[in-house]
């Protein structure tokens, strides 16, 4: 053989063997770890281990490590590890919350992902996405779904000789029929509230129903449009219901609205959320109650506000186009039929709350009415922190009788405006 001979079947022999050894460096690369936040809750967290180890799997290109809210809190764990340079790639928040992170560049724009993407999404609720709007970006992807609906036990109507609540019924009608609610003790104590001071922000939906607006525009805000005669109407609603009137409860009442209504029977009504219902039904429904769609107002609407939790992208994450593919993978059906079965809450999939969640629950009889609320559903306005803390402080002041509504508003007009100068 000559010496040509043997160079070639040399350099073909090194030619295999680099072509073999790239294809075990292939084969033995290491898969692309996907740092994402841990749910705090238990049954949140039962449910995403399910779905990780599902996912890990499944998949041999990609894995996924929990980081744990030990000591800390989904708050503040995600703003401590970017600090430390070494941040996750997904966590989880409000709808507000990412907004104002977006806002201070902590969030990636998943836009792109989206477009290339929308089939993945074809059966999420559609206006679901616009909750993690900034601008013409998109932020957020929703995780569960919590619609508003108005609770009341039927007993408590029964007694007092009161139709039940129904679609289509009025504020009016609310507060001329929560007088005969009302029990009072031998000495002339309130005992039974007719309507619960709505808890949290559940309130904001009776402004909608006056027609009253905080901002020019709710995905952009750029100025306080809330000095009208819908928001001081809406205002002296909830005023005169709790101080005039003295049919609904101090926003100081004890407990919260599930046990108030099913438990202690401390209200007759409450606005609340299909997150409500699931605690109303573990605490009992011996006790017979029933929800309904919220009441109309002045301004011929009776919107209710949704409001889910979102995934998202921190904007330094490492690993950003793989973190897209595990939160494709926990908005995929079977995923969100998990969620379902685990944790008993409505999903973002319209198919999956419209089949598994309507079967997973027997009581109460209308809860279909959360589904039908969806399609007039609208997100809060995207305010966040000291914008938000500036709303909630009025709305208390007037429901604790500290503050005029006049004042209120001349607070608001000057905060508002201040905070929309530097909303960051």
């Given at each position: 053989?000559?010496?040509?001979?043997?160079?070639?079947?040399?350099?073909?022999?090194?030619?295999?063997?680099?072509?073999?050894?790239?294809?075990?460096?292939?084969?033995?690369?290491?898969?692309?770890?996907?740092?994402?936040?841990?749910?705090?809750?238990?049954?949140?967290?039962?449910?995403?281990?399910?779905?990780?180890?599902?996912?890990?799997?499944?998949?041999?290109?990609?894995?996924?490590?929990?980081?744990?809210?030990?000591?800390?809190?989904?708050?503040?764990?995600?703003?401590?590890?970017?600090?430390?340079?070494?941040?996750?790639?997904?966590?989880?928040?409000?709808?507000?919350?990412?907004?104002?992170?977006?806002?201070?560049?902590?969030?990636?724009?998943?836009?792109?992902?989206?477009?290339?993407?929308?089939?993945?999404?074809?059966?999420?609720?559609?206006?679901?996405?616009?909750?993690?709007?900034?601008?013409?970006?998109?932020?957020?992807?929703?995780?569960?779904?919590?619609?508003?609906?108005?609770?009341?036990?039927?007993?408590?109507?029964?007694?007092?000789?009161?139709?039940?609540?129904?679609?289509?019924?009025?504020?009016?009608?609310?507060?001329?029929?929560?007088?005969?609610?009302?029990?009072?003790?031998?000495?002339?104590?309130?005992?039974?509230?007719?309507?619960?001071?709505?808890?949290?922000?559940?309130?904001?939906?009776?402004?909608?129903?006056?027609?009253?607006?905080?901002?020019?525009?709710?995905?952009?805000?750029?100025?306080?449009?809330?000095?009208?005669?819908?928001?001081?109407?809406?205002?002296?609603?909830?005023?005169?219901?709790?101080?005039?009137?003295?049919?609904?409860?101090?926003?100081?009442?004890?407990?919260?609205?599930a046990p108030n209504l099913v438990v202690t029977g401390s209200v007759a009504m409450a606005i609340g959320n299909s997150l409500y219902m699931q605690e109303m039904v573990r605490l009992g429904h011996e006790r017979p109650w029933d929800v309904t769609r919220l009441p109309y107002g002045p301004a011929g609407n009776n919107i209710a506000w949704f409001n889910s939790l979102g995934w998202f992208i921190i904007s330094t994450a490492n690993?950003?186009?793989?973190?897209?593919?595990?939160?494709?993978?926990?908005?995929?059906?079977?995923?969100?039929?998990?969620?379902?079965?685990?944790?008993?809450?409505?999903?973002?999939?319209?198919?999956?709350?419209?089949?598994?969640?309507?079967?997973?629950?027997?009581?109460?009889?209308?809860?279909?009415?959360?589904?039908?609320?969806?399609?007039?559903?609208?997100?809060?306005?995207?305010?966040?922190?000291?914008?938000?803390?500036?709303?909630?402080?009025?709305?208390?002041?007037?429901?604790?009788?500290?503050?005029?509504?006049?004042?209120?508003?001349?607070d608001w007009d000057v905060q508002l405006n201040n905070w929309l100068k530097d909303p960051r």
């Amino acid at each position: 053989m000559s010496r040509k001979q043997n160079a070639l079947r040399c350099m073909g022999f090194v030619s295999v063997l680099s072509l073999v050894i790239l294809c075990l460096g292939v084969g033995l690369a290491a898969p692309v770890t996907v740092q994402m936040i841990e749910f705090a809750r238990v049954d949140e967290a039962e449910w995403q281990r399910a779905v990780v180890e599902r996912f890990n799997a499944s998949r041999k290109d990609i894995q996924i490590e929990l980081i744990s809210l030990a000591g800390s809190n989904v708050h503040t764990k995600p703003l401590t590890m970017i600090a430390a340079g070494a941040p996750p790639d997904i966590s989880y928040n409000d709808p507000y919350r990412i907004i104002e992170w977006t806002h201070q560049g902590l969030v990636m724009d998943i836009t792109p992902y989206l477009n290339r993407d929308r089939a993945a999404f074809s059966e999420f609720f559609g206006p679901l996405l616009d909750l993690y709007k900034v601008n013409d970006g998109r932020y957020g992807i929703p995780i569960d779904l919590q619609v508003q609906g108005f609770f009341y036990r039927e007993d408590f109507f029964d007694e007092a000789g009161v139709p039940y609540p129904r679609e289509g019924m009025t504020w009016d009608d609310i507060a001329r029929i929560s007088p005969r609610l009302v029990v009072q003790s031998g000495d002339g104590v309130i005992t039974r509230w007719a309507i619960r001071f709505p808890q949290f922000w559940h309130w904001w939906s009776i402004l909608w129903h006056h027609g009253a607006a905080f901002f020019d525009d709710e995905w952009s805000p750029k100025r306080f449009v809330g000095d009208s005669t819908e928001m001081r109407a809406g205002l002296e609603y909830i005023r005169s219901m709790i101080h005039d009137r003295q049919v609904m409860s101090p926003r100081t009442i004890s407990g919260t609205t599930a046990p108030n209504l099913v438990v202690t029977g401390s209200v007759a009504m409450a606005i609340g959320n299909s997150l409500y219902m699931q605690e109303m039904v573990r605490l009992g429904h011996e006790r017979p109650w029933d929800v309904t769609r919220l009441p109309y107002g002045p301004a011929g609407n009776n919107i209710a506000w949704f409001n889910s939790l979102g995934w998202f992208i921190i904007s330094t994450a490492n690993h950003p186009d793989e973190a897209w593919e595990v939160i494709k993978y926990f908005s995929s059906e079977a995923s969100m039929r998990l969620c379902v079965e685990m944790r008993g809450t409505m999903v973002p999939h319209r198919r999956v709350s419209q089949t598994v969640w309507m079967q997973q629950w027997e009581y109460p009889k209308n809860r279909r009415v959360f589904l039908d609320a969806i399609g007039t559903a609208r997100g809060l306005p995207a305010v966040y922190g000291e914008g938000i803390q500036a709303i909630v402080d009025g709305v208390n002041a007037i429901a604790d009788g500290r503050k005029p509504i006049p004042q209120v508003i001349a607070d608001w007009d000057v905060q508002l405006n201040n905070w929309l100068k530097d909303p960051r």
